[in-house]
C-alpha cells in the first residue's frame, strides 16, 4: 500500500509541475508574440507608412532643403574675397581669368577648402566689356574652344564653370553648344547664370545629351541689407519648394560675407544643408548610376 501512495505521490505531482510548465509557456507566448509574426508586423506598418508612388521623389526632394551660394567675381583682387574665405560652410567661388589676382584666388580658394570655378567672361546685350579671356558672338569654334581651354588651365583644376556677363553669347545656341562640348571633353560642368531670360543653354545641353544647372536667385542686385536679406528669403523659398536653391552673389557685396554668417548656424538648424556645385554633380551622377542599375 505504501508503493502505491508513492507512485499515485509522484504521479501528481508530476502532473502539476507539468500543468505549471504548459502555463506558464502558454502566458510568454501570449506575451511576447513569435519573431516571424512580429516581423510581419512590423513590415507592413512601414508599409502603411511608405510614401505612395509619385510621392516619394517629392517628398525625398523637399527633405533635402539643398542651398548652393555661388560667389562671382573672384580675381579682381584678395581683400573682398577674404570674408567669403572665412565662411564656415561650402561655398562655390567663380574666378575670372587673365586678373592680376586671378591664380593666386583660385589658390587660396582651394587652400580655405571652398570650390574654385571659372567665372568665364562673355559678351553681353550691352554694359561694360566682360574682360581678358571672353568668348564673343561670330568666334569660330576653334577660337572659342582654344580660349576656354586656356582660362580652364590657368584658373584650373576646377570642377566647373559659370558665364560672367554673357547675354549675348548664351542666347547664341551653336556657341553654347560648342562651349558644352568643351565642358564635356574637359569633365567640367556648366552653371547658366541666366543673364538673360532668353537663354539657349539648356537647349543647347539637351541637344548634346547633357546636363546643366541653372541659377534660381541674384542675391545682390541690389545693395542693400535688406534688399540682399529679402532675395535670401526667396531663395530659401525654393529650397523648400524644389529641394535645391543656387543663388549667385559677388565679392563686391560688402554685406552679403556677414549675412551669410550670421545666417548660417540658423538655417542649419532649420533643416537647410549647404553644399557646392561639385556635390550636387557628384549626387546626380550617382544617382543617374543607381537608375541604370534597377533597370
Known amino acids: 500500500m505504501k508503493g502505491e501512495k508513492k507512485i499515485q505521490f509522484l504521479f501528481g505531482t508530476g502532473l502539476i509541475i507539468f500543468l505549471g510548465i504548459v502555463i506558464v509557456t502558454g502566458l510568454f507566448f501570449l506575451k511576447e508574440p513569435p519573431a516571424e509574426t512580429s516581423q510581419i508586423k512590423e513590415r507592413e506598418e512601414k508599409t502603411d507608412s511608405a510614401p505612395k508612388e509619385g510621392e516619394k521623389d517629392t517628398e525625398k526632394k523637399a527633405d533635402l532643403k539643398r542651398l548652393i551660394f555661388v560667389i562671382d567675381d573672384a580675381g579682381n583682387n584678395l581683400y573682398t574675397l577674404e570674408p567669403f574665405l572665412e565662411f564656415p ?5 567663380a574666378v575670372l581669368p587673365g586678373l592680376p589676382y ?11 577648402g571652398k570650390e574654385p570655378i571659372l567665372h568665364q567672361p562673355m559678351e553681353a546685350l550691352g554694359g561694360p566689356p566682360p574682360g581678358p579671356g571672353a568668348i564673343y558672338t561670330g568666334m569660330k569654334a576653334e577660337e572659342i574652344r582654344q580660349i576656354l581651354e586656356h582660362n580652364l588651365t590657368e584658373i584650373g583644376p576646377v570642377s566647373g564653370m559659370n558665364n560672367h556677363q554673357g ?6 545656341l551653336e556657341a553654347m553648344e560648342t562651349i558644352l562640348k568643351v565642358c564635356r571633353e574637359q569633365q567640367v560642368y556648366f552653371l547658366d547664370s541666366r543673364t538673360t531670360a532668353e537663354s539657349a543653354a539648356k537647349r543647347a ?7 546643366i544647372a541653372e541659377r534660381d536667385v541674384f542675391l545682390d542686385n541690389i545693395q542693400d541689407r535688406e534688399a540682399l536679406l529679402d532675395s535670401l528669403r526667396e531663395g530659401l523659398a525654393k529650397a523648400d519648394q524644389q529641394g535645391i536653391a543656387i543663388m549667385i552673389g559677388h565679392t563686391r557685396s560688402s554685406e552679403l560675407a556677414p549675412i551669410l554668417k550670421e545666417s548660417y548656424i540658423e538655417l542649419k538648424s532649420q533643416g537647410y544643408t549647404f553644399s557646392t556645385l561639385a556635390e550636387l554633380r557628384e549626387a546626380e551622377l550617382r544617382e543617374a548610376e543607381l537608375g541604370e542599375a534597377e533597370k
Do not use: C
Open 89 to 93: 560652410g561650402p561655398l562655390t567661388i
Open 102 to 112: 586671378s591664380v593666386e584666388a583660385a589658390r587660396r580658394i582651394r587652400a580655405a
Open 167 to 172: 547675354s549675348k553669347v548664351t542666347m547664341d
Open 205 to 211: 545641353a539637351d541637344r548634346l545629351g547633357m546636363r
